[in-house]
């Protein structure tokens, strides 16, 4: 009988979601066993936590973490539907956005850790120039709003939401209304006002991210072997993404 090449799944009917464990007790260079000792258990605890047989709750997460010097929320970590809701979301980056405050969409395999709190179907901007650079604006893609005089009440003074333009551009500006009927400027600091546009939608800003550690990629996850060779960091991040 051939030697089974894959690791072991999880035994049980319906298991929890993965998550990230092993990943990262292999970068620390750490066997269960190791693991287990420092957390009070057995490595056999550490092997039903990696593969699925017991639930990882919030706070077995975090003790693990202070072991492996990685934070809890990447411990949850994994690509499944099911993920963990205290873990890093994975959020896929759509595009950047350019001088002028006008959004560019870009195809991109890339991926930034998202905070928990994030709703599914989040995607990411990369903020390229100004005081927020380097920052990821955060929104749903699938999440479309007609413009409505809700929308400009609920703007206030500030840039909540993205707007698409019936001419097929889109921008992060902040919205004013113009005395022509379904007409609107665009307004920005520092950068002249766009007049009279007509807006086919806008989608509303949820918040910014700052991509604070690397995500392991699905390849990375998956891999039988692991690599102890280098010690998972936050400064691996530019070079990961």
């Known amino acids: 009988m051939s030697p089974v090449s894959q690791k072991e799944r999880s035994r049980l009917v319906t298991p929890p979601p993965p998550n990230s464990i092993r990943f990262f007790r292999i970068r620390a260079g750490l066997t269960r066993q190791e693991v287990g000792r420092k957390l009070g258990v057995s490595g056999e605890t550490v092997r039903k936590l990696e593969q699925c047989d017991t639930w990882l709750d919030a706070n077995r997460a975090v003790e693990i973490g202070r072991i492996l010097r990685v934070p809890h929320e990447l411990l949850g970590f994994s690509y ?40 599914q179907g989040c995607v990411a901007l990369h903020i390229k120039i100004g005081k927020m650079r380097g920052l990821y604006l955060i929104y749903q893609q699938a999440e479309q709003l007609q413009m409505s005089r809700e929308v400009l009440s609920r703007q206030g003074n500030q840039v909540h939401f993205l707007v698409h333009l019936v001419n097929g551009t889109t921008w ?22 766009i007049n009279d546009v007509r807006i086919a939608w806008v989608s509303e800003i949820l918040g910014f991210e700052l991509p604070r550690y690397p ?9 039988e072997n692991g690599s102890p060779s280098k010690p998972w960091t936050p400064m691996d991040d530019d070079a990961s993404q």
């Open 215 to 223: 995500l392991p990629t699905p390849a990375q996850l998956d891999d």
């Open 80 to 119: 499944a539907s099911d993920a963990y809701a205290w873990a890093t979301k994975a959020v896929p980056v759509v595009g950047e956005i350019t001088a002028n405050d006008e959004v560019k969409f870009v195809e991109t395999d890339r991926r930034i850790a998202g905070g928990a709190h994030l709703p």
């Open 172 to 193: 992060w500006r902040h919205i004013v209304p113009s005395p022509a009927t379904d007409l609107y400027h665009l307004h920005s600091q520092h950068l002249d006002m």
